[in-house]
């Protein structure tokens, strides 16, 4: 099976500071793959450089047998890539219908266009009103998107990447500062959302990790130590030194 997504050598410094070093990864047609590493690993630059938004040093990023290394965001998203951010990076004012629409719209690239909306205005209303039953969202249709608590502009979020209908989705971090139950919310629509997509997910929570991902990789400043199933990275001798340390908790939190 060819891979959906493929790394080639990736390097990359911020000012000759050496962020990553060389990094090969492929991730498969429908895999969920997580990337895990401590802060400053180089997780969100590596998510930044399959994006578009950074051009890595060396390498290439291969998106379904094309080269997109050096695209802008715009081209790739307009293949069927999509990501979230580790930062809220919603409209605040806009609300969650309309932010949803705009992203539906924003597929087939029209989003202002009076006339063409009116063409697409049944689908583009269908499409979103599913988005929203999908995460959960439909009764907050109304509500701006600053008027939502934080856990309900995670989902927004994460609602936002999909509305597109991207093949590939990148998530960086999507239940960062949600707790307990609503971090079990997200890996349920994370896992909902992901049906017959491709998943990269950088995060810290293990226990989302462990529940949601088929492959994990470990990127330890710049280089990735490993890369395995779930229970091959619990049980990596080299993971646990180079990451996990001896706080390693996996599937539960204590
Ligand atoms: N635009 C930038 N300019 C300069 N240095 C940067 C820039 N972006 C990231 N860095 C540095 O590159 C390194 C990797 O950052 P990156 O954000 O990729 O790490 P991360 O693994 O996502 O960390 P975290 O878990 O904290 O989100 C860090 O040392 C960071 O300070
Ligand atoms: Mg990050």
Request: proline letters at 4%; hydrophobic letters at 40%; aromatic letters at 6%.
């Amino acid at each position: 099976m060819k891979p959906t997504l493929e790394l080639r050598e990736i390097h990359h410094d911020f000012s000759g500071l050496r962020v990553l070093a060389g990094v090969d990864l492929s991730v498969f047609p429908g895999e969920r793959h997580a990337i895990i590493g401590p802060n400053g690993a180089g997780k969100t630059t590596l998510l930044n450089i399959i994006s578009g938004r950074l051009h890595p040093r060396h390498g290439c990023v291969i998106y379904r047998q094309k080269d997109i290394t050096r695209m802008s965001p715009y081209r790739i998203a307009r293949l069927g890539v999509a990501r979230s951010f580790q930062v809220i990076n919603t409209f605040p004012r806009l609300t969650v219908f309309d932010s949803v629409r705009s992203a539906v719209l924003s597929r087939i690239g029209r989003r202002l266009d009076v006339w063409h909306v009116v063409d697409h205005q049944e689908s583009v209303t269908r499409q979103t009103t599913n988005v929203l039953r999908l995460l959960g969202l439909l009764e907050r249709r109304d509500t701006p998107a600053c008027a939502l608590s934080y856990g309900e502009q995670r989902q927004l979020e994460i609602a936002l990447t999909i509305a597109a209908s991207p093949e590939l989705v990148l998530l960086d971090e999507p239940t960062a500062g949600l707790d307990v139950d609503e971090s079990r919310k997200a890996i349920e629509l994370i896992h909902q959302v992901s049906k017959n997509k491709t998943l990269v997910m950088i995060e810290h929570d293990m226990e989302v990790v462990f529940a949601l991902a088929d492959r994990i990789s470990v990127l330890h400043y710049g280089v990735l130590v490993a890369c395995g199933t779930p229970d091959q990275i619990r049980n990596s001798k080299e993971v646990q030194s180079a990451y996990l340390g001896t706080n390693l908790y996996v599937g539960r939190r204590s």
